[in-house]
T-cell receptor, first 115, second 113 residues
Framework: ETGVTQTPRHLVMGMTNKKSLKCEQH?????MYWYKQSAKKPLELMFV???????ENNSVPSRFSPECPNSSHLFLHLHTLQPEDSALYLC??????????????FGEGSRLTVL | GNSVTQMEGPVTLSEEAFLTINCTYT??????LFWYVQYPGEGLQLLLK?????DKGSNKGFEATYRKETTSFHLEKGSVQVSDSAVYFC????????????FGTGTSLTVIP
């Protein structure tokens, strides 16, 4: 069982669809992240949750809606996306606070294609 | 602000060649520095890290030294293997500012037999 699991691994959706990406971490961490990876661009931090509270929202369009029901699960709800939103979406977790080792643990990513 | 700049790829090397991937950073405080590696079809995983100036991180034959005077953290390996083919990301984190991570654009490495 990998530390951070993302589903689905691949998703194709139309611009009017509603879908969700799921992330689950089995590492006992208290911080979770969504990153967007596009070709030839730095990883873009989208959202950060510390202790289930959203602490970062880097000017992400409202068509992306995160949800963190508990410290082990993170969702990214998608609706009315645009073709330029096609990318690899990576979930990560870490241990924030005093036990911070400064390391992010990533899932394998969800490859999203918007038609 | 904080940022990371790394050399653009792609980089293609023959097996057993010497590898250097340059990385420089800009930070407001005293960051920790990281190299992450992404193998085909996988997520990123930590390769090595250094938490203070002059520290050397090493793993799997890769090394990088935290150079504060040149704000650099170049990745090196003396003899690359085909299995090292991947995308390498330089990153920094300032733990005192909420564990924010900043990544470079990534450098694709292909090692040919």
């Amino acid at each position: 069982e990998t530390g951070v699991t993302q589903t689905p691994r691949h998703l194709v959706m139309g611009m009017t669809n509603k879908k969700s990406l799921k992330c689950e971490q089995h590492l006992g961490h208290n911080a979770m992240y969504w990153y967007k990876q596009s070709a030839k661009k730095p990883l873009e931090l989208m959202f950060v949750y510390n202790f289930k509270e959203q602490t970062e929202n880097n000017s992400v369009p409202s068509r992306f809606s995160p949800e963190c029901p508990n410290s082990s699960h993170l969702f990214l709800h998608l609706h009315t996306l645009q073709p330029e939103d096609s990318a690899l979406y990576l979930c990560a977790s870490s241990q924030a606070g005093q036990r911070n080792t400064g390391e992010l643990f990533f899932g394998e990513g969800s490859r999203l294609t918007v038609l | 602000g904080n940022s990371v700049t790394q050399m653009e790829g792609p980089v293609t090397l023959s097996e057993e060649a010497f590898l250097t991937i340059n990385c420089t950073y800009t930070a407001t405080g005293y960051p920790s520095l990281f190299w992450y590696v992404q193998y085909p079809g996988e997520g990123l995983q930590l390769l090595l890290k250094a938490t203070k100036a002059d520290d050397k991180g090493s793993n799997k034959g890769f090394e990088a030294t935290y150079r504060k005077e040149t704000t650099s953290f170049h990745l090196e390996k003396g003899s690359v293997q085909v299995s090292d083919s991947a995308v390498y990301f330089c990153a920094l984190s300032e733990m005192n500012t909420g564990n924010q991570f900043y990544f470079g654009t990534g450098t694709s490495l292909t090692v040919i037999p």
